[in-house]
């Protein structure tokens, strides 16, 4: 049974940090490459990073410098290292597994605010 379940989320100030885990099992992840979406309300769901299986990486634009993506195939688990909030950032964060299928976790809530 595939699973994909995310954690590490909460209520963080603007200019705080977060670290979102996703614990993968059910399949090879290492086969797999990884990313994190988020969704806020009334928006469309959107890419924030991904990580390819050798460990390439590529950021949308309203992260880059502030997010950071990373696996670690030991774990089957892939981070997402999130410094400098701010309340546009605030949504629920998926994780994401694609290869010739492709898997989402539930998403854990991601909230920036004073």
């Known amino acids: 049974q595939v699973q994909l379940v995310e954690s590490g989320g909460g209520l963080v100030q603007p200019g705080g940090s977060l670290r979102l885990s996703c614990a993968a099992s059910?399949?090879?992840?290492?086969?797999?490459?990884m990313g994190w979406y988020r969704q806020a309300p009334g928006k469309q769901r959107e890419l924030v990073a991904v990580i390819t299986r050798v460990g390439f990486t590529n950021y949308a634009d309203s992260v880059k410098g502030r997010f950071t993506i990373y696996r670690n195939n030991a774990k089957n688990t892939v981070y997402l290292q999130m410094n400098s909030l701010k309340p546009e950032d605030t949504a629920v964060y998926y994780c994401n597994a694609n290869s010739i299928v492709e898997y989402w976790g539930q998403g854990t809530q991601v909230t920036v605010s004073s």
């Open positions: 059910g399949f090879t992840f290492s086969q797999y490459a």
